[in-house]
């Protein structure tokens, strides 16, 4: 699952749609019913885990820091299912010409924006593979297209590794319309898990209603991406709500992947 649970804003007051107190039940709620093996957030703050972690359940564990390092503000987390999956390795870069610098930010957009990585182990098949969460700048198409460019030289990484790779993200670009959508998936050559998947088990919902009703639209900005072989069962872009709350401005998107058998 890829989903931006929305950061918490004093400026929300209760009643309003976006209210972080108000949306905590049913942000716990959908990671309850569902509780997917890994689960890539976005917009998370240190004090913000609560209903994630009492959704998902003891199992659980996370790696990611903030954009300015540390618990200091927004947070990429990858959520991982111990029981599943062993964590093998992790780290965390900045979407800038200086991505080993913490907080770095150089291509106009206003704040930091991070990707973080991490490489398991199916404990069920032994197989392992790589996952990469991040979420791209809203307004900077320059950023947009370098954050891309950069994720994809991680990825190459682990193509060269012969791994296989799932990457999530708020990519903030429409896919099929956008160039980081061609930076990825055309030039790059990853697979768009809703376009790819042998079952859609919801309308094409945007991905973005800001709290309105959904729609079917193109405008899918919340992606899953999946690396050449690996086999995309179903896939789901989430509608889902409590007593008429939505967990947040954004839908989640799911989908149900097999990996491909290791090679020799």
């Not at 010409?97 to 106009?108: F, K, L, N, Y």
Request: charged residues 20%.
């Amino acid at each position: 699952m890829s989903f931006n649970a929305l950061f918490q804003t004093d400026a929300s007051a209760p009643g309003d749609p976006g209210h972080w107190a108000d949306r905590t039940p049913a942000i716990e709620a959908l990671l309850s019913a569902d509780r997917p093996h890994l689960l890539g957030l976005q917009e998370m703050q240190a004090w913000t885990y609560a209903p994630i972690e009492k959704g998902l359940g003891s199992t659980y564990r996370s790696v990611g820091v903030a954009e300015s390092g540390g618990s200091d503000g927004l947070i990429n987390p990858i959520f991982y299912d111990a029981a599943r999956l062993e964590l093998l390795a992790w780290n965390q870069f900045w979407l800038s010409d200086r991505p080993r610098e913490v907080g770095s930010a150089t291509w106009g957009n206003a704040r930091p924006r991070t990707a973080v990585w991490a490489r398991f182990r199916d404990r069920d098949t032994g197989q392992e593979f790589a996952h990469v969460n991040t979420h791209l700048d809203h307004v900077i198409t320059q950023a947009k297209v370098k954050g891309a460019q950069l994720i994809s030289d991680h990825l190459e990484q682990f193509r060269l590794l012969k791994l296989p790779t799932i990457t999530t993200g708020d990519f903030n670009s429409v896919a099929r319309m956008s160039p980081a959508y061609t930076v990825l998936v055309e030039d790059f050559g990853l697979q768009d898990s809703w376009l790819a998947a042998e079952d859609r088990l919801s309308p094409g919902w945007g991905t973005f209603p800001h709290f309105h009703e959904v729609e079917e639209s193109n405008v899918r900005i919340d992606w899953i991406l999946l690396s050449q072989g690996v086999r995309v069962v179903d896939a789901r872009i989430d509608d889902f709500r409590l007593d008429g709350i939505f967990p947040s401005d954004h839908l989640p998107v799911r989908c149900h992947v097999e990996l491909p058998a290791a090679s020799a």
